[in-house]
């Protein structure tokens, strides 16, 4: 599956060559560039690392995003030893499925990747000597993440009011819980604080009003009933008008500028949407302005266009299926680990999943912003179940929790 997934992506890449376009065609042009940086964290220089050796954007991209693939992959495949094998199997499925997505200059799978780091840095920490040192590694990869991608922070704090009392009636029979809710406050606070840190060295402070929190306005603030919660014109007119407001007051007066019952049918409108939001990767790749007008000169243009509908339309019925599988195994991981007697890890994979719901039935809708939901949906669950598995590490009594003590052996 491995080899498939990376031979599928080369192939689409190589055939189509996409140009940066879009938010990536900013990404490419600031990479390496401290003065042009405006998002991207710590991903952004990664990328401008084989942009300076001399790589276009598409084996800049393929280079890039097939490494955090194949990592996602390898750690799917430790968390998911044994019995848990499932889960990384959905994993392959899932990134297979992402496989025309790699030669996009893009972030996503490389956030990621780097949560998916932060996922094994911690299940190592459990049973490691040198807890701290893995724990302190989960938190920087974690913090890596957020900072390559925001949306993450908002996860993450959502993860952490979720999560948070649960952990602390928990700790004593699930003595890792405290730690992962720590690594989730800690990782997304220093991932934030990066992010704003590179902005404001890049005078470009504002931008956060102004392109990344246009993702609020366009979700919410001033989303129609139909055609909900996606990128428009008229959302980021909305939020240059209210820069000089501040935040609060701003959400406060567009609000009060429709009755409660609107607000409703948005959500409402949102809901399946978010629930089953759609298919990407092969969407991207074709609709790329480069690809298109390619298409639009052959002479083959209607016979080539009719190949790529059929192809959007496979993949669009792939995604549900394996949208389906996604969800069925959280569910699945979740009562396994209930009926075990883990209470804190029935909840993890859950919540992971809520917390992505619950923070697109408030912003901006686009496929790709689920990438990370169902990608790590699988790993989730297996490191749920494989930390419910652990003993307390003998530093565990550091934390106010009782070491596990063997029995005495029979005589």
């Not at 390496?32 to 952004?44: F, M, N, Q």
């Not at 993450?152 to 730690?179: F, G, H, K, N, S």
């Not at 590179?198 to 989303?223: C, I, Q």
Request: some cysteine; hydrophobic content about 55%; glycine content about 8%.
């Amino acid at each position: 599956m491995a080899g498939l997934f990376v031979l599928t992506g080369v192939l689409l890449a190589l055939g189509l060559a996409p140009l940066p376009h879009s938010d990536w065609l900013l990404y490419w042009e600031s990479a390496g560039d401290p003065a042009a940086y405006e998002r991207g964290g710590v991903g952004l220089w990664l990328l401008a690392v084989p942009k300076a050796l001399g790589l276009g954007p598409v084996l800049a991209s393929l280079v890039l995003n097939l490494a955090a693939g194949l990592l996602v992959l390898w750690i799917a495949w430790m968390l998911g030893q044994g019995r848990r094998q499932g889960w990384a199997i959905l994993t392959c499925a899932y990134l297979f499925l992402l496989a025309p997505y790699v030669g996009i200059v893009q972030l996503d799978m490389i956030a990621a990747a780097f949560l998916a780091g932060a996922l094994a840095c911690l299940l190592r920490s459990l049973d490691a000597p040198g807890r701290r040192r893995f724990q302190l590694a989960a938190v920087a990869l974690l913090a890596a993440g957020v900072s390559t991608k925001p949306q993450y922070a908002l996860l993450a704090w959502t993860l952490v009011i979720v999560l948070a009392l649960p952990a602390w009636l928990r700790r004593r029979q699930e003595p890792w819980a405290p730690a992962l809710v720590g690594v989730l406050l800690v990782g997304s606070l220093l991932g934030y604080a990066l992010d704003n840190g590179l902005r404001g060295l890049s005078g470009r402070s504002e931008a956060l009003r102004t392109s990344s929190a246009v993702t609020l306005y366009a979700g919410l603030l001033v989303s129609r009933t139909e055609n909900c919660g996606y990128w428009s014109p008229e959302a980021a007119r909305a939020a240059r008008e209210d820069k000089d407001k501040s935040l609060p007051l701003a959400i406060r007066d567009r609000l009060a500028a429709q009755p409660p019952i609107h607000w409703r049918a948005v959500i409402w409108c949102k809901l399946p949407q978010v629930l089953r939001p759609p298919a990407f990767s092969l969407y991207w790749l074709l609709e790329a302005p480069s690809v298109k007008s390619r298409v639009a000169a052959s002479p083959s243009r209607m016979v080539q266009e009719a190949r790529y509908q059929r192809a959007i339309d496979a993949e669009r019925s792939l995604y549900g299926v394996v949208t389906f599988l996604l969800l069925l195994g959280v569910a699945a991981g979740a009562l396994l680990a209930w009926r075990r007697g883990h209470r804190f890890a029935a909840l993890v994979p859950v919540a992971w999943v809520l917390s992505f719901w619950a923070v697109h039935l408030v912003f901006e809708i686009q496929g790709r912003y689920f990438l990370g939901m169902y990608l790590l949906a699988p790993l989730f669950s297996a490191f749920a179940l494989a930390a419910a598995s652990r003993r307390p590490s003998p530093g565990a009594v550091e934390c106010g929790v009782t070491p596990y003590i063997p029995p005495e052996p029979t005589r």
